[in-house]
């Protein structure tokens, strides 16, 4: 044998070896809640079942929590951190949850935890129409929001990928507190009158990116809260539902403020808004800051593009006072295709504190099914429209 032949018999033993011990350390690795008591029934309740094999997981790195294909019935659970390195939480299956309202604040939320990584062809679904129902059925004041599905708190530099959440009682994915996360390949289902299932809401978080996700909900396919910063937003399918909104901002006191948000490459049919900013009046100071809307093309949209410092969903406020969140360097461009109604841009700013900054660049938005060029209007704002486009300007 020449000395070539023998490094490439060594190099191969060498592999294998390193390949035996890989799979067997990943094999060990994998808790199954089968394996932890979880009887795929869709009645008998699993969340000790997952609670468990979460333990086990997160005591290692790279431990994997397995749902496997099935439907197994979740009361709630809370799965804390932090673990002792990667956790990946693979859900091959459906998790269930209970058709009656549930108390905690999420039915299912990882809570501090690092290097978290959900993924797998499974669904998260929440059984939300008894909830919907109730909420249709209370009168504004004795109005109960209902309860997220997945929630993500204090998470820092994981991933959900490929997942499906349906019918959530509340938001389908509660993003809060976070930093470092990608969100993509979701699909994301509620009847379009189901009220209060936005698709990802993003709160208080940095470092968010949200691509490739395909979301038919009751209310915002996207919503981001105070203290969004950093958040990237590309390739959404988004309707019917709300579009995609920043805020409501302005409710509470001591707001964080929302900086650097990019939404790109996005595809809205059937909406009730294409892009928006929100804020209540009158509210507390913060602001909004270096935000683009770029490349939307929307499909029968009622209102395209609103910035809105009058938000008042139910018509119940007084307005008494103006927002004090000042909006501040938003870009629109190469917004195109249909609206609803012919007034495709409003733009209501605060009175007190005028937006500033606000560029309007190639819009082509027409009035569905007439072809008419729609229009806009604009409010304490000088807002600048750019070169030739529909529409052109503020009337
Ligand atoms: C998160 O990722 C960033 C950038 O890769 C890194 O600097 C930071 O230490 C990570 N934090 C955690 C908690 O893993
Ligand atoms: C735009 O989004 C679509 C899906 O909605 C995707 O297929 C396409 O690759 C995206 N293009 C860019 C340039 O990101």
């Not at 939300?128 to 504004?140: I, L, Y």
């Not at 950093?230 to 909104?245: A, E, R």
């Not at 939307?296 to 410092?309: F, G, R, S, V, W």
């Not at 560029?359 to 070169?387: D, M, Y």
Request: glycine share 8%.
């Amino acid at each position: 044998m020449d000395s070539s032949s023998v490094f490439l018999r060594i190099s191969l033993l060498m592999f294998l070896f390193i390949f035996t011990a890989y799979k067997n350390v990943h094999a060990a690795n994998i808790f199954s809640i089968r394996d932890n008591k979880a009887i795929p029934d869709g009645k008998t309740d699993c969340s000790q079942a997952l609670s468990s094999a979460w333990a086990k997981a997160c005591a290692v790195d790279g431990g994997t929590v397995l749902v496997p294909s099935g439907t197994y019935y979740v009361k709630s659970a809370l799965l804390q951190g932090p673990c002792n390195g990667k956790t990946i939480f693979s859900v091959m299956g459906t998790l269930k949850a209970s058709a009656a309202p549930i108390s905690q604040e999420s039915w299912i939320e990882f809570n501090h935890v690092d290097n978290l990584a959900i993924t797998g062809n499974g669904v998260f679904d929440g059984q939300g129409a008894s909830t919907w129902a109730h909420k249709h059925n209370q009168n504004a004041k004795n109005f109960s929001p209902g309860t997220p599905s997945l929630k993500l708190k204090f998470v820092r530099n994981s991933s959900i990928e490929g997942i499906t959440s349906m019918n959530s009682k509340m938001f389908h994915v509660h993003v809060n507190n976070c930093d470092g996360l990608v969100i993509n390949h979701v699909s994301i289902l509620a009847p379009e009158d189901s009220p209060n299932t936005d698709g990802i809401h993003v709160g208080a978080s940095n470092n968010v990116h949200i691509s490739n996700a395909k979301i038919a909900t009751g209310d915002d396919c996207i919503s981001l809260g105070p203290g969004s910063t950093n958040i990237d937003i590309s390739s959404i399918k988004c309707g019917p539902g709300h579009g995609i909104s920043i805020g409501s901002l302005g409710k509470y006191p001591d707001e964080e403020n929302v900086a650097g948000i990019t939404v790109r490459n996005c595809t809205l049919s059937n909406t009730q808004n294409g892009v928006r900013i929100k804020t209540w009046a009158p509210s507390p100071p913060s602001s909004v800051s270096d935000v683009t809307f770029q490349d939307i093309i929307l499909n029968n949209a009622y209102n395209p593009i609103i910035i809105d410092q009058q938000y008042c969903p139910s018509n119940t406020c007084s307005h008494k006072g103006e927002s004090s969140v000042q909006i501040k360097g938003v870009k629109f461009i190469n917004i195109r295709g249909s609206s609803s109604i012919p007034a495709a841009v409003n733009v209501v700013c605060s009175k007190s504190r005028p937006c500033q900054d606000i560029e309007f660049l190639g819009l082509n938005i027409i009035v569905n099914g007439k072809g008419q060029p729609t229009t806009a209007t604009c409010s304490n704002v000088n807002a600048k429209f750019l070169g030739n486009q529909v529409p052109t300007r503020c009337a």
